[in-house]
């Protein structure tokens, strides 16, 4: 059985070689995640070198988040960054947002961060045919999920959009019938437009009014978290990245090797009985835009195969990092709509987050087991 505590080791070196280390483990160990289990292993690296060097300089890093349910474990994280002043790995008061955040003073010293992540993740299916037993959430634990966000009001456009969806689908009362209404509306009306940049800005009003229902996993997956919200269904979006190719078969849904490019947002609403069911109806229109040359119609079987596979399940080859949003950065005036990039600043401005070459950063997966 799965000890469900955890411990934190951390150790920073501040030798005066301005090396810095710092490590986080967790139970349980890895052996407790078994292949036969339907677990997989994954050593994901995060590196960042500021090209620019104008003496002080700081970047913040996203970091696997501690535990999603029964679905990921970080087994440990570690850090080096020769150089710096201060290094440490930061989580958020209240929240699951976890960052290693790195601040240089010298332009003449090595400004570079080398982040190693090792987790264990694997496939979700819910069970939403029959009746759930999972224990029931508190309010106060839900509350959050119910709230408006910079990116997502719950008022005007937004909630005039939710109420006429659950209206067409006849009212359904259950938290299951009415996210399965939002879901399948996004599915029939929205789509996914490749001339986005990164996952999108996640602008939910702009979404509703841009005369265009398209965007990327931001924008769509997080349509469906404020369409939820605003029928007080509880959901949240998931950030993180591809971390392998998909085993499923969809040839757009996976990415291994270099995923620098390979963020992506996730959604999950949540049903008493059942907890936290995830969703992806961004990932429908990515299969119907991406999976083959000239795209394919929404009835072609491999995107009603998508379509019935992303409402109540996820395959396991992606790695969350949190559900926050309205990141304030440590130590900084920013503050991000939600935290899937590393972010950086110097002397001169802010970096552009959405650009590993010129940041520049890269990320790399590598399956172990």
């Known amino acids: 059985m799965l000890r469900r505590h955890f411990f934190i080791t951390l150790s920073t070196i501040a030798a005066s070689s301005g090396v810095f280390q710092n490590v986080f483990a967790a ?67 209240g929240s699951d947002v976890r960052m290693v955040v790195v601040h240089w003073a010298d332009a003449n010293a090595p400004q570079a961060v080398e982040i190693t992540s090792r987790i264990a993740t694997r496939d979700r299916a819910a069970d939403l045919a029959h009746d759930g037993h999972a224990r029931k959430l508190p309010a106060s634990a839900l509350r959050p999920f ?59 009003s702009y979404t509703l009014t841009s005369g265009n229902l398209s965007g990327k996993c931001a924008d769509l997956n997080g349509l469906f978290t404020a369409l939820a919200r605003a029928v007080k269904v509880p959901a949240r979006d998931v950030y993180g990245v591809r971390v392998e190719d998909s085993a499923r078969g969809f040839k757009s849904l996976g990415k291994s090797g270099d995923i620098s490019k390979a963020q ?57 990092y949190n559900t926050g949003a309205d990141v304030r950065l440590p130590g900084s005036d920013l503050t991000v709509g939600f935290f899937m990039y590393p972010q950086g600043e110097t002397a001169n401005g802010r970096l552009d987050s959405l650009d590993p070459t010129n940041f520049a950063y890269s990320i790399h997966s590598r399956k172990l087991v």
């Open 27 to 93: 139970t349980p160990d890895a052996s407790a995640l078994k292949a036969a289990d339907g677990w997989r292993h994954y050593e994901v690296t995060t590196k960042v070198e500021m090209t620019e060097k104008t003496g002080k300089a700081r970047v913040w890093v996203p970091v696997p988040i501690k535990q999603l349910d029964n679905y990921q474990h970080t087994l440990d994280v570690s850090f080096k960054a020769p150089g710096a002043t201060k290094a440490e790995l930061v989580t958020l008061p």
């Open 146 to 204: 119910l709230q408006a966000t910079s990116l997502a009001p719950l008022n005007g456009i937004v909630k005039e959009t939710a109420d006429k969806i659950q209206a067409d689908a006849g009212h359904p009362q259950d938290a299951i019938g009415k996210a399965r209404a939002i879901y399948e509306w996004i599915v029939a009306n929205a789509s996914r437009n490749p001339a986005v940049a990164g996952c999108g800005t996640g602008d939910v």
């Open 264 to 320: 992506h947002c996730r959604a999950e609403f949540y049903a008493d009985g059942y907890g936290w069911i995830p969703v992806d109806p961004a990932d429908v229109a990515k299969v119907m835009l991406e999976e083959q040359p000239g795209g394919l119609p929404k009835d072609a079987p491999k995107v009603r195969a998508a379509k019935a596979m992303l409402f109540g399940g996820w395959e396991g080859n992606w790695m969350a």
